[in-house]
C-alpha cells in the first residue's frame, strides 16, 4: 500500500472515530433487540436528569422501559446521561440533530431544556416526564407531558406509616420524610404522605427535609438520622440515588424506611413499603404511541392509582397486619371517594 493510501485509510478511520464519539452516551443498541415482525423500526432517545443510571428508581426505570421496548418491539434504542444541568439541551439537541423519532426527557428538571429544544426542532416528537406539557412556557405542539399522580402514592405509604407508628411508636408518634429538590414531584409525594399519616393517626408528627441534591447519598443519610434522632419511627426518601442514604440510615438505626418511584424492597428488611410510580410503563407505552404512528404532542398523559401508574410496592412482614386497611384506603382513590389528597408541602 502506497504511503498516499495508507494516509487515506488514517483519514477516514479517525473521522469514524470522531463521530461515534459524539454525545455522552451512557448506552446504545446499534441493533434493534429484535426482529422487523415485530414494529416499524424506530430510533428512540433517552435523556437522563443528574440522578444518572444507577439512582435505583427514576432514571434507572425510565432505562428499563426503554430495554423493555427494544426487546419487545424491536426499536433501537440510545441513552444519554447528564451529568449537569447544562448538559440538558445539547443531549436533547443531539437526539433532534439526529432525527431519533421519539425523545424522552426524564424529569422535572430538564423543564426548561425541553421547551427550548421543541422550539428548535418543531418536527421532533418529545415526551417529557413529571412536567405537564400546558406548564412549559412555550406551550410546545410537539411535546406530549407524561405525569403522575405522586400524592395518591404518597398517601398509601403515609397511611401505612401512620398505623405502624402507632403501634410501634411508644410515646412518640413521629414519622420523617427527606426530599431531594423542593420540586413538585417530590412534594407531590411528601404532602401525600403526610396527609395519610395524619389520616391514620392523628397524633402523628411527621418531620421533613431537603438535601438540595439527587446523587449524594451522604447528605440524605445525615437528614435521615437527624430525624430519627427526634424519635421517627419510619423514614421516606424522596430524593432518587441521594435517598439510598435515608434507607442505609433506618438499617444503621433499626427502624423502618420508605423507597421512592420503584420498588425498593429489594434492598432489605427495613424497607417497610414503597411508593411507586411506574415510569419504565410510561416510557413504554410512549414508545408504542411513537412506534404504531399515534403519538402526539400537545397534551398530558396522567398516570395514577385508578390507571395503575401509582401504588405500593411490596409490603414487609411487619407492615402485613396492616396491609387490608391500606388496601381499603387505595379502593377509596380509585373509586372517587377519597379525592381531596393534597399535592403541597405545607409544613
Known amino acids: 500500500m502506497s504511503a498516499r493510501s495508507l494516509l487515506a485509510v488514517l483519514a477516514v478511520c479517525v473521522t469514524a472515530l470522531l463521530v461515534a464519539g459524539c454525545g455522552s452516551d451512557d448506552s446504545e443498541s446499534s441493533?434493534?433487540?429484535g426482529s422487523a415482525e415485530q414494529g416499524k423500526q424506530i430510533k428512540v432517545g433517552l435523556v437522563t436528569d443528574i440522578g444518572g443510571l444507577n439512582d435505583r428508581s427514576f432514571n434507572q426505570l425510565a432505562n428499563d422501559g426503554l430495554k423493555r421496548a427494544q426487546s419487545e418491539l424491536g426499536i433501537q434504542g440510545r441513552v444519554l446521561t447528564s451529568r449537569?444541568?447544562?448538559?440538558y439541551v445539547p443531549n436533547l439537541s443531539t437526539l433532534a440533530q439526529q432525527k431519533y423519532d421519539l425523545i424522552i426527557g426524564v424529569g422535572f428538571l430538564m423543564a426548561e431544556a425541553v421547551n427550548t429544544v421543541a422550539k428548535k426542532f418543531p418536527n421532533a416528537n418529545i415526551a417529557i416526564i413529571d412536567?405537564?406539557?400546558?406548564?412549559?412556557?412555550?406551550?410546545?405542539?410537539?411535546?406530549?407531558?407524561?405525569?403522575?399522580?405522586?400524592q395518591q402514592a404518597g398517601y398509601l405509604a403515609g397511611y401505612l406509616a401512620g398505623l405502624y407508628a402507632k403501634k410501634e411508636g411508644g410515646s412518640k408518634q413521629t414519622i420523617g420524610s427527606v426530599g431531594g429538590q423542593k420540586i413538585p414531584p417530590v412534594d407531590h409525594y411528601i404532602a401525600g404522605y403526610q396527609a395519610g399519616a395524619e389520616a391514620a393517626n392523628p397524633k402523628?408528627?411527621?418531620?421533613?427535609?431537603?438535601?438540595?441534591?439527587?446523587?449524594?447519598?451522604?447528605?440524605?443519610?445525615?437528614?435521615?438520622?437527624?430525624?430519627?434522632?427526634?424519635?421517627?419511627?419510619?423514614?421516606?426518601q424522596v430524593a432518587g440515588q441521594c435517598g439510598l442514604g435515608v434507607i442505609d440510615a433506618a438499617k444503621e438505626k433499626q427502624v423502618q424506611a420508605i423507597g421512592v418511584d420503584a420498588d425498593q424492597s429489594y434492598l432489605g428488611p427495613q424497607v417497610l413499603t414503597s411508593a411507586v410510580k411506574k415510569v419504565d410503563v410510561a416510557v413504554f407505552d410512549?414508545?408504542?404511541?411513537?412506534?404504531?404512528?399515534?403519538?402526539?404532542?400537545?397534551?398530558?398523559?396522567?398516570?395514577?392509582?385508578?390507571?395503575?401508574?401509582?401504588?405500593?410496592?411490596?409490603?414487609?412482614?411487619?407492615g402485613k397486619e396492616f396491609e387490608p386497611q391500606v388496601q381499603k384506603i387505595a379502593e377509596q382513590i380509585k373509586s372517587g371517594e377519597l379525592s381531596d389528597i393534597p399535592d403541597e408541602v405545607g409544613k
Open 131 to 150: 412536567q405537564s406539557q400546558s406548564l412549559l412556557k412555550g406551550k410546545p405542539a410537539n411535546v406530549r407531558g407524561l405525569i403522575f399522580k405522586e
Open 31 to 33: 441493533s434493534s433487540g
Open 84 to 87: 449537569a444541568n447544562a448538559d
Open 204 to 236: 402523628i408528627k411527621t418531620l421533613n427535609g431537603y438535601s438540595q441534591d439527587f446523587v449524594d447519598q451522604a447528605k440524605c443519610k445525615e437528614l435521615a438520622l437527624n430525624q430519627i434522632g427526634e424519635g421517627a419511627t419510619v423514614v421516606f
Open 286 to 318: 410512549t414508545v408504542k404511541l411513537a412506534q404504531d404512528g399515534s403519538f402526539k404532542g400537545g397534551t398530558d398523559q396522567v398516570f395514577e392509582l385508578k390507571n395503575d401508574g401509582v401504588g405500593l410496592g411490596k409490603i414487609s412482614a411487619v
